[in-house]
Structure formats: C-alpha cells, structure tokens
C-alpha cells in the first residue's frame, strides 16, 4: 500500500509509516508456513484427482506472490510488478528452482501435465520448493 497508494484528499498518511523489517519477516514466515499446512490439507481433501491437484499448485502459487513481494523487499530489492519476474527474483534470491515456480505460472492448460510431466511429480518439485523456502526464511 505505501508503494502503490495515491491519496485524494487529507494528509498524507502511509508515507509516515515505518514498517520495520523483522514485521516483514515475520509476516513472510507465517504466510509461508501456513500456506504450506494448508497445501498439505487440500492435498489429502483432493486424492489422487489431477485436475484438483493441478488446480491446488496454481492457487496456491498466486497467493504467494504478494508475499514473495515481501522476500525480495527483504533483500532490498523493489520488487518488480510481472508476476513472472517476482518469481524468477525469489528463486535467484533464495536458491530455489525458477523453473517450477515459472512452469506453474505459464501452464494454462488443464491436461494433468505440467510442465510435460505428471501433476503428482510436479507437485512434489512444487511443495519441496515451498519447503526449501520456509525454511530459509524461518532463519533470515
């Protein structure tokens, strides 16, 4: 909001903000953890349905996107406004695989293949990703 925000009238409120940044690590660190719980409950709600599975990594990924904003404003670095370079910065940033995040976000298609292989192993490549990154925010 204090990046994107246009006041219309009064004083101007946001630019006075001082949101500090472990409130930023903190908030990463809770979205990240709880998105993965709950990407492990729908997980076990859907089975084995590929379409629901499919469905589950792109909802879930969009998601995140607002807070992976956050993980690069955490390394100083304002965070572009393509979806597709917010992901691609995160992964360079944090040592993850741009190519599961990117492929998730260019497959439109609802074929139970992403990425040319098989939901499932793509989920997995998904969570673990997920995983990795909670982790490595969990010790910023």
């Known amino acids: 909001m204090k990046e994107n925000h246009l006041c219309l009238y009064g004083k101007e409120m ?10 930023i690590r903190l908030f990463c660190e809770e979205q990240i953890k709880g998105k993965l719980i709950r990407i492990r409950q729908a997980y076990l709600e859907i089975g084995l349905r590929k379409k629901g599975i499919e469905a589950l990594m792109k909802e879930s990924m969009y998601s995140l996107i607002p807070v992976f904003r ?3 404003r955490l390394k100083d670095i304002t965070p572009p406004v393509e979806k597709e370079q917010i992901l ?3 992964s360079r940033q ?3 695989d741009e190519s599961v995040f990117v492929t998730i976000l260019k497959d439109k298609r609802d074929d139970e293949k992403i990425g040319g292989q098989d939901v499932e192993v793509y989920f997995e490549k998904y ?6 990154l ?5 010790k910023l």
Do not use: C, P, S
């Open 14 to 23: 946001l630019n006075q903000m001082d949101i500090k940044r472990d409130h």
């Open 88 to 90: 691609t910065g995160v």
């Open 134 to 138: 909670a982790i490595i925010v969990d």
């Open 70 to 72: 956050n993980l690069l």
């Open 127 to 132: 969570l673990d990703q997920i995983q990795k």
């Open 94 to 96: 944090f040592g993850l």
